[in-house]
């Protein structure tokens, strides 16, 4: 079988390795053009198109994948199958048709849940113990074509968006070539989502990561795990902005106004609107990632001195 692969990030490269040490033709990689990246802004190959390039296959990077042009030149492989995940791009009709059994979608989440940019993070802001991935076949609408394999995962209670993905990721490959296999066999059994149930996970805005002192610990906790490795949530103290990467939650109880440094405790732990909120990991403005521990030390904050929850942008 002919497949051309889609994909962008990271999300998608154990998948392209499956793909790459398997029985089927690669005809082309397809993935997002080279972006700015790091303090110096300097063009840089995403995951996606670092690996393509290292196994020497065909890389196509368009600016519009829906471009005539472009859906043109993509006719010209025949492809008998599309494979899609993390691309970060919509694909237009004349696209989705163009290979001989259409596109499959590998999604990190069980749908019809959390269809959108975010599912891995909503999940986790939302506290939940289970997610998955999902292979469907891709329609015009997004992430609610039919479904044709689905296996979920249980999530750690202190599992970060970018330890979780890792493991979506894996667990999705391999149900992805086994989906292609069945596709093969004529075995495959496609089943409609059930639009009802349906929920979405828009892409997480700057005001959204802020730490709302008044939020009770597990919510906080949650929304610091949701975003690290990146964006990651954040606060200011002293009027200058903290990242906070990993966090945990605190035995114990306190009376202190959230956002309080309990300095009769160790480590970093901060009162919150209910429970006690510990800050493992953190990167202040301009520094560098520390612990918790040593970020207290360095900067020996007073009694009664607080987190701020602040109304602005977090950059």
């Known amino acids: 079988m002919r497949i051309v692969f889609f994909g962008t990030s990271e999300f998608g490269v154990p998948l392209l390795k499956l793909l790459i040490a398997g029985p089927h ?5 397809v993935t997002q053009p080279n972006r700015p990246r790091g303090r110096g802004r300097r063009l840089e190959p995403g995951p996606i198109w670092s690996a393509a390039e290292a196994a020497g296959l065909r890389l196509l990077a368009p600016p519009d994948p829906n ?67 999902t292979v469907i076949r891709m329609t015009e609408e997004v992430d609610a074509g039919d479904i044709l394999n689905q296996e979920p995962v249980t999530v750690g209670p202190d ?99 959230p956002g309080t440094i309990l300095l009769d405790r160790p480590g970093l732990e901060v009162a919150t609107g209910f429970g006690i909120l510990s800050l493992l990991e953190v990167r ?6 520390q612990a918790g521990a040593s970020f207290r030390n360095g900067l020996r904050p007073v009694p009664g001195e607080r987190f701020e929850s602040r109304d602005v942008e977090c950059k």
């Open 25 to 29: 033709e690669l005809a082309a990689v």
């Open 67 to 133: 471009n005539t042009r472009f859906v043109a030149e993509l006719s010209q492989l025949r492809p008998d199958l599309g494979v899609l995940t993390a691309y970060g791009r919509i694909l237009g009709p004349a696209l989705l048709k163009l290979p001989a059994r259409g596109f499959i979608n590998l999604h990190p989440s069980l749908l019809p849940a959390y269809r959108g940019a975010a599912p891995i993070q909503r999940a986790l802001m939302a506290g939940c113990t289970t997610t998955g991935v």
């Open 159 to 257: 599992e970060t968006a970018g330890e979780l993905s890792l493991r979506l990721a894996n667990v999705g490959a391999r149900l992805v070539t086994k989906t292609i296999g069945e596709l093969l066999e004529g075995t495959a059994q496609a089943r409609p989502q059930t639009q009802c149930c349906a929920t979405h996970a828009p892409k997480v805005t700057d005001s959204e990561r802020y730490l709302q002192w008044k939020r009770p610990a597990s919510e906080l906790h949650n929304l610091v795990r949701a975003l690290s490795p990146k964006p990651c949530a954040c606060t200011f103290f002293r009027s200058r902005r903290v990242l906070v990467l990993r966090s945990g939650l605190a035995q114990g109880t306190t009376t202190a106004q």
């Open 284 to 289: 202040p403005e301009a520094g560098k990632t």
